[in-house]
């Protein structure tokens, strides 16, 4: 009987960011719910050093690429989802799940992405962004009475390219904004002052390529003062995750619509998770967009497409097509051109 060959799948996780561990823990729930039937899978691990598992000679030995009908890269943060990773990938020229060079760097970037999403039209939280070779630490009396005459107090400061509440601080005195400078400092020479919106945390998952679709939106209610990195994954009862969110359908329709509107206006492609504030007077801000969202037991993008009906191996599935889908529009662009 013929057998339909499997498709080589490698799922690249770890990397250099702070956000290392998560990926190990996403890249474990994705391997244990692809469906072996349909794939022979790779595990290709990057070490917070940077080396690879095998040695790199050149694009042909990078062992992500060597074989690979196609790569699931779950990283997280800087050196994998901003956009490095991807680049690599299409120079090589091997199918990749998520968003592209573009859509993965300006994603990471939370400074430019509220630019984007301010000009068009997106509610966003108001900002001011620090760097570091403007002595801001030295400086930090004055910008801190500036910061909370302009934000309003508390607020929170965070760097501009990482994720998972890796460095945020909540701060409500100088002192606090001292130290959540030099700590947020550690992780970008760009961060964020951000003003704090008091409302319900909502987010929302998103699948596709050119007509992306919305899933039903859930909600993040923080155990801790805000969702920090502890009560996303140490604390397991740091957060409870009420998946569907209670929105009457015009707040879940406005939800959907925003977050499906966001990954177009950012170049999204593939899958990207939406988060945002909902105000008690219900406006809806945007907060950001995660264009490679965490694949953990307890992660929302997962769970958010299992409540609107597909399952964690069916969405991998359509990751994985997405993914081929793009690469073979894109080559076909290139042949017609020639």
């Known amino acids: 009987m013929f057998r339909r060959k499997k498709i080589q799948v490698a799922i690249l996780f ?7 561990e998560v990926s190990l823990q996403s890249a474990k729930n994705v391997y244990e719910a ?3 039937n349909k794939y022979d899978v790779e595990l290709v691990r990057i070490e917070k050093d940077g080396r690879w598992e095998k040695p790199i000679v ?11 009908d196609v790569v699931f890269p779950v990283l997280h943060g800087p050196f994998g989802e901003d956009g490095t990773v991807q680049g690599l990938l299409k120079l090589a020229g091997v199918p990749f799940v998520g968003a592209g060079v573009l859509g993965s760097a300006i994603g990471m970037d939370k400074d430019v992405t509220k630019r984007l999403l301010r000009d068009a039209g997106i509610p966003v939280a108001q900002c001011i962004v620090l760097r570091k070779g403007d002595n801001a630490l030295r400086q930090a009396q ?15 400061v965070k760097p501009a390219n990482l994720g998972s509440s890796v460095g945020v601080h909540k701060v409500k005195s100088e002192e606090q904004f001292k130290q959540a400078l030099r700590d947020a400092f550690l992780y970008d020479t760009k961060v964020l002052a951000e003003e704090y919106i008091e409302g319900r945390e909502i987010e929302c998952a998103v699948l596709g390529n050119g007509e992306p679709i919305a899933s ?8 801790h003062e805000f969702y920090s990195y502890e009560a996303k994954y140490i604390d397991e009862n740091g957060a409870v995750l009420e998946i569907p969110a209670k929105l009457d359908a015009i707040t879940v329709k406005k939800v959907q619509d925003t977050a499906v509107r966001a ?3 950012l170049c999204c492609e593939g899958m990207a998770r939406a988060d945002f504030f909902l105000r008690a007077d219900g406006k809806l801000f945007l907060n950001e967009v995660n264009t490679i969202p965490g694949f953990t037991k307890i992660s929302m993008y997962p769970k958010l497409w299992e409540a ?6 069916e969405l991998i599935d359509r990751l994985i097509d997405l993914a081929i889908e793009r690469f073979e529009r894109e080559h076909k662009l290139k042949a017609s051109r020639v």
């Open 58 to 68: 050149d694009f042909a030995s990078v062992p992500a690429i060597q074989g690979a």
């Open 216 to 223: 039903l939106p859930g909600e993040v209610i923080p155990k």
């Open 263 to 265: 990954f177009k206006v």
């Open 14 to 20: 770890g990397g250099k960011s702070a956000e290392h």
């Open 142 to 156: 004055r910008i801190y009475e500036k910061l909370a005459a302009e934000l309003g107090k508390p607020f929170f």
């Open 34 to 36: 692809i469906d072996k």
């Open 308 to 313: 609107s009906g597909v399952s964690y191996a």
